[in-house]
Nanobody
Framework: QVPLVESGGGVVQPGGSLRLSCSAS????????MGWYRQVPGQLRESVAM???????DYADDVQGRFIISRENGQNTVYLQMDNLRPADTGVYFC???????????WGQGTPVTVSS
């Protein structure tokens, strides 16, 4: 069973919006934080946004003020609202979950986002 399932990627014009969703399998216990990473070909996967159990958030500098991460703790579901999208936001977005019960993170399979006119 895939630990994290993402949805919501697609193709959008610059200035447009998308909302990504990610749901964690019920088999995952002890989640302390969930977030989103972005990867483009030839580059390392980089953190975009993260939200902890206490509601605190971190954002990459280039998405601050444009993206909002939110989470439904009771269901271990995380969302990424992406507004005013830019071509540089293009990439595959991976959902991530960190658990205190496991060494190493959980990852989704990725959902592609393309921002192009």
């Amino acid at each position: 069973q895939v630990p994290l399932v993402e949805s919501g990627g697609g193709v959008v014009q610059p200035g447009g919006s998308l909302r990504l969703s990610c749901s964690a399998s019920r088999d995952i216990r002890g989640i302390v934080a969930m977030g989103w990473y972005r990867q483009v070909p030839g580059q390392l996967r980089e953190s975009v946004a993260m939200i902890r159990n206490d509601g605190s958030t971190d954002y990459a500098d280039d998405v601050q003020g444009r993206f909002i991460i939110s989470r439904e703790n009771g269901q271990n579901t995380v969302y990424l609202q992406m507004d005013n999208l830019r071509p540089a936001d293009t990439g595959v977005y991976f959902c991530n979950a960190k658990s205190y019960l496991q060494i190493g993170d959980y990852w989704g399979q990725g959902t592609p986002v393309t921002v192009s006119s």
